[in-house]
T-cell receptor, first 108, second 113 residues
Framework: ELKVEQNPLFLSMQEGKNYTIYCNYS?????LYWYRQDPGKSLESLFV?????AVKQEGRLMASLDTKARLSTLHITAAVHDLSATYFC????????FGAGTRLTVKP | NAGVTQTPKFRILKIGQSMTLQCTQD?????MYWYRQDPGMGLKLIYY???????DKGEVPNGYNVSRSTTEDFPLRLELAAPSQTSVYFC????????????FGEGSWLTVV
């Protein structure tokens, strides 16, 4: 059964600092997604990673995929308060399974 | 430009009642999913469909049923509602083509009392 593990589950950062969220999964899938969710809202797509070595960047966020290690990372550069949210990774096979989410709080 | 539309947005059910959550997408997507999200938790897959007439169980299917008679619609049926089904339900769809993301509805907040 496909399992997706994210860590850390909670992350409190100072503005301006860098940090990485990790997403490990249990299968050989090469389709991985990152989403953002604000409280009380639906999920917003951030990145779609579809091959080994894929790297995508948008603003202060960069996502990468290593299918051999079954690992994806979401790197945050020079965090700002607006990045405070919960971030989910999801791995797709026939179905799609989500990690438990990383609740990020960026403090001034 | 509707995307994925879920109804109702909010509903309170009594224990033992039944109801259907509606989900419609206008993007001609073949894959559709139903998830539930309990407070402070991640998303758990209830059922999914890879095309009209085909449905499969996800991680937490007990207490739910689905059907997929058309490409556009993927209703989720709750039979004999229980307090454990209090949750936020999200419907999603995609066409699985390279580079395409999965589109989510706005969510349906369900409380069983």
């Amino acid at each position: 059964e496909l399992k997706v593990e994210q860590n850390p589950l909670f992350l409190s950062m100072q503005e301006g600092k860098n940090y990485t969220i990790y997403c490990n999964y249990s299968t050989t899938s090469d389709r991985l997604y990152w989403y953002r969710q604000d409280p009380g809202k639906s999920l917003e797509s951030l990145f779609v990673l579809l091959s080994n070595g894929a790297v995508k960047q948008e603003g202060r966020l960069m996502a990468s995929l290593d299918t051999k290690a079954r690992l994806s990372t979401l790197h945050i550069t020079a965090a700002v308060h607006d990045l405070s949210a919960t971030y989910f990774c999801a791995v797709e096979e026939d179905d799609m399974r989500f990690g438990a989410g990383t609740r990020l709080t960026v403090k001034p | 430009n509707a995307g994925v539309t879920q109804t109702p947005k909010f509903r309170i059910l009594k224990i033992g009642q039944s109801m259907t959550l509606q989900c419609t997408q206008d993007m001609n997507h073949n894959y559709m999913y139903w998830y539930r999200q309990d407070p402070g938790m991640g998303l758990k897959l209830i059922y999914y469909s890879v095309g009209a007439g085909i449905t499969d169980k996800g991680e937490v299917p007990n207490g739910y049923n689905v059907s997929r008679s058309t490409t556009e619609d993927f209703p989720l049926r709750l039979e004999l509602a229980a307090p454990s089904q209090t949750s936020v339900y999200f419907c999603a769809s995609t066409d699985r083509r390279s580079g395409n993301t999965i589109y989510f509805g706005e969510g349906s907040w369900l409380t069983v009392v």
